[in-house]
């Protein structure tokens, strides 16, 4: 029988340990932001004593106001593709920052911070984040996130996924009607890395050439109110293909996506 000192010490371990998964994640970012004078770290405190992780990448100005543009990564704490992907983009965009011009590119890397840091769907009261917006939701995760998405009148959401059940990538539209032009070349960008699920339906949605336009009740998005909706992307990676394969296909896919809406800008300004 453990004594009571074993049961002491193990979960003091046990914390140890998960904390270090979510600095994994934030420490290369931290290091990056003392170090760019682009790249700022500005972490929301919220309600629960928590903060939420917060970075932003401001793009050289690109001839009008700056174009917000979120990302989202963690929300479901056991899909660490997203989270490794947003460094590495981050990483990306100091390296190129012209990939960033007109934008400030707002990164939230880890937006359940427990179920991250215990490898978990679930927040910390159990519940599945991305079922609980704009429902008067009381998880605090939830509710700093729409105060966000609310004042930062983000031109552009995309959430970060994998999923177990898939073979390949695909993702969702919402939002804007160009949404689907832009998600489609960002997929076929990461069909360098990792083939598309190309089946007719995928997770219980019609999908058409790895794209569905449908989603869940409840998921990260705008409210629907929004007036000139933004473009929404839910990009999904295959969860069993190497973590690796998985973050090049999602910097592949963002790369795209803003250079895709930077053409589709410069395009409309001309009209
Ligand atoms: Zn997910």
Redesign the pocket.
Known sequence: MRSLLDQITVPAQTVSVNRQRGQAILTPLQELASVSGRFLHSPIAHSSGRSLERFVFVGQPGGGDPINIGIFAG??GD?PAGSHALVRFAEVLHANPELATGYKVFFYPICNPFGFEHGTRISQSGKDL?REFWKGSAEPEVQVLENEIHSQKFKGLISL??DDTSDGLYGFVRGAVLTKSLLDPALAAAEQFLPRNLQNTIDGFAAHNGIISECYDGILTSPSRLENSPFEIILETPQHAPLQRQVEAMIAALKSILAEYQRFLAFAADI
Do not use: A, L, R, T
Request: proline share 0%; no cysteine; net charge negative.
């Open positions: 929300i479901h899909e991305n996924h994998s």
